[in-house]
């Protein structure tokens, strides 16, 4: 086989032989991942406002959970966090929606924020907050049966949108 001008820009590097007594004081310790650790477990995307979205996220969440050796909280965290994104694809349909996986405090909190705007009407804000609570007393029923809490977090005069969160207590689920 004829040479190639590569053999002679691309020669064949030979490492070194390390030497012992310096090695241990420039050998990194060796990587521990965090992974299985609740205490790591915090993840946040984004996701269309499609009804799709909702199979995306629980699919996402239960992966999440099975890395961190959270599979005892698993099927109401599903729960939760579908309902959380189905519900807000009706009120923010087509808009991206911002999810949120995070462990504190012996606690799995899921968050699901929307774009949908604050009314400034009391009454249309109160009657679109009862038909969101509505929407969602599925996740309600899951998060009581757990011990958890849940509830709406409306939008303020410096922020928009609409956020939606869960809080599943390991013992409880």
């Known amino acids: 086989?004829?040479?190639?001008?590569?053999?002679?820009?691309?020669?064949?590097i030979t490492p070194t032989p390390a030497n012992p007594s310096t090695l241990a004081t420039t050998q990194r310790p060796a990587y521990k991942p965090r992974s299985s650790d609740p205490s790591a477990l915090s993840y946040s995307f984004t996701v269309p406002g499609d009804p799709l979205s909702a199979t995306?996220?629980?699919?996402?969440?239960?992966?999440?959970l099975r890395a961190h050796g959270l599979t005892a909280i698993e099927e109401p965290a599903l729960s939760a966090a579908g309902e959380l994104v189905a519900c807000a694809t009706q009120f923010a349909p087509g808009q991206d929606l911002y999810h949120s996986i995070r462990w504190c405090d012996g606690a799995l909190r899921i968050v699901n924020w929307d774009a949908h705007h604050a009314h400034s009407n009391p009454r249309d804000a109160a009657r679109c907050t009862a038909h969101r609570k509505r929407a969602l007393l599925l996740l309600a029923a899951v998060i009581h049966?757990?011990?958890?809490?849940?509830?709406?977090?409306?939008?303020?005069?410096?922020?928009?949108g609409t956020r939606v969160w869960a809080r599943l207590p390991l013992p409880g689920a």
Do not use: A, F, Y
């Open 145 to 160: 049966e757990c011990g958890g809490d849940w509830g709406i977090s409306q939008s303020g005069p410096t922020t928009e």
């Open 1 to 12: 086989m004829p040479s190639t001008d590569t053999d002679t820009l691309c020669p064949l």
């Open 56 to 64: 995306v996220v629980r699919t996402t969440t239960r992966s999440v």
